[in-house]
């Protein structure tokens, strides 16, 4: 039997500013969903990182059902009711339109799915980060899916050597979803070319090269794609099947050793390292820094066993020491150059208009004397 997983986040309100949202907010949500065991689902999890709630949906409906994103939709507004009971700050903020028309995407809430026909054994990852965007996985899958000097496998693995097939999304395109598939390894440097650009090209999944069967699935969600104007940063979410065919948890975890550099800090405007953080870590820093957390689990004939957490281990201890070093040597720069985002990415438009408001204040220096033709001639 296919099963599908379904992962769908948003952020509908949080205490003490965009930090994480309440247990009330939670289990307003959990309950909600819970109607869905009767006849859409056979089972979920409701996880937070940062502000962020997600729900991962197990069912058997394929990706994109529309009673299954109604089921996540309706659970966000019973959730933003809560929020707004309660006082919560942003309640609603990622509901970006007023009635649901049949799927999720494009009205604010991320989501990433992915149906398979379940392994004997089923592991698979999911990623929930904060204060980032969709683009903060580019350098992590592509080190964990096509470089052998994180993963092994590539080398060791007769189902993984003969790569992998990424499809990238050009996330600043509005008029629909304007996407490429690369193969790796030969497609390597094209790869490579696209995903420096973070804010731009967008892993959205990954299929292996052995036997077609995916692997990870990512949410490309650009919030300010939809609102016309920047209403929070996107924070991704994002599943991933591993062992076997997939490369191994720890292939896949290794990468978020480097805590590099990504957009979101402090009203999303900001660049910071991305830390990976236990269950249930709220912002702080700087409204930061941005944050991922891992969840692994198991499912089975529709049922998911009980979440491990992937960066609870003394390991990560050190990572997360050097990610808060790398914070603040970032910090100590301010505003300046690569400490904060370019222009297209600023949450606020505020710069815009101080820059337009210098304009008439701008005067041209008396134009040089013009050059001798002769001078314009290369020697
Ligand atoms: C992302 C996030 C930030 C805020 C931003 C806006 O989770 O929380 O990107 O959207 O800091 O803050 P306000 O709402 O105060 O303008
Ligand atoms: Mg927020
Ligand atoms: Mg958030």
């Given at each position: 039997m296919m099963t599908t997983l379904t992962v769908i986040k948003a952020d509908v309100g949080s205490?003490?500013?965009?930090?994480?949202?309440?247990?009330?907010?939670?289990?307003?949500?959990?309950?909600?969903?819970?109607?869905?065991?009767?006849?859409?689902?056979s089972d979920f999890y409701v996880a937070h990182t940062g502000d962020d709630i997600a729900i991962l949906m197990v069912h058997d409906k394929g990706v994109g059902h529309e009673e299954i994103h109604r089921l996540a939709w309706e659970a966000f507004k019973a959730g933003t009711a809560t929020a707004q009971e309660q006082g919560l700050y942003g309640a609603g903020q990622d509901l970006l339109v007023d009635s649901f028309s049949g799927n999720v995407k494009g009205a604010g809430p991320a989501v990433a799915e992915m149906e398979f026909q379940p392994r004997a054994n089923e592991p698979f990852l999911m990623f929930?980060?904060?204060?980032?965007?969709p683009g903060a996985y580019n350098l992590p899958l592509y080190l964990a899916f096509a470089d052998p000097m994180n993963t092994g496998g590539l080398l060791l693995s007769p189902e993984i050597t003969k790569g992998f097939r990424f499809r990238v999304m050009d996330v600043s395109y509005t008029h629909g979803d304007r996407v490429i598939e690369l193969a790796t390894p030969e497609d390597l440097y094209n790869l490579a070319a696209l995903l420096r650009d973070n804010d731009r090209f967008v892993v959205e999944s990954i299929f292996s090269r052995h036997d077609g069967e995916q692997a990870a699935a990512v949410s490309t969600t650009r919030l300010h794609n939809?609102?016309?104007?920047?209403?929070?940063?996107?924070?991704?979410?994002?599943?991933?099947?591993?062992?076997?065919?997939?490369?191994?948890?720890?292939?896949?975890?290794?990468?978020?050793?480097?805590?590099?550099?990504?957009?979101?800090?402090?009203?999303?405007?900001h660049v910071g390292p991305l830390m990976p953080v236990k269950h249930g870590t709220g912002c702080s820093y700087f409204d930061g820094p941005p944050i991922v957390s891992g969840w692994g689990f198991?499912?089975?004939?529709?049922?998911?066993?009980?979440?491990?957490?992937?960066?609870d281990h003394p390991f990560w201890d050190a990572v997360r020491s050097r990610a808060a070093d790398k914070a603040m040597e970032m910090r100590r720069q301010g505003f300046?150059?690569?400490?904060?985002?370019?222009?297209?990415?600023?949450?606020?438009?505020?710069?815009?208009?101080?820059?337009?408001?210098?304009?008439?204040?701008?005067?041209i220096r008396a134009a040089k004397k013009e050059a001798k033709e002769t001078e314009l001639v290369p020697a």
């Open positions: 205490i003490g500013g965009h930090v994480a949202p309440s247990r009330n907010l939670l289990d307003t949500i959990s309950r909600h969903v819970a109607r869905g065991m009767d006849d859409l689902i929930l980060a904060d204060k980032t965007e939809i609102a016309g104007k920047y209403t929070g940063k996107d924070d991704p979410v994002m599943l991933v099947r591993v062992q076997k065919n997939f490369p191994a948890t720890g292939e896949i975890l290794a990468p978020y050793a480097i805590a590099h550099y990504v957009g979101g800090f402090m009203r999303g405007s198991c499912v089975k004939n529709g049922r998911l066993t009980e979440p491990v957490d992937l960066f300046s150059g690569p400490a904060m985002l370019p222009y297209s990415e600023l949450e606020y438009g505020g710069i815009v208009r101080i820059l337009e408001k210098l304009e008439p204040r701008f005067t």
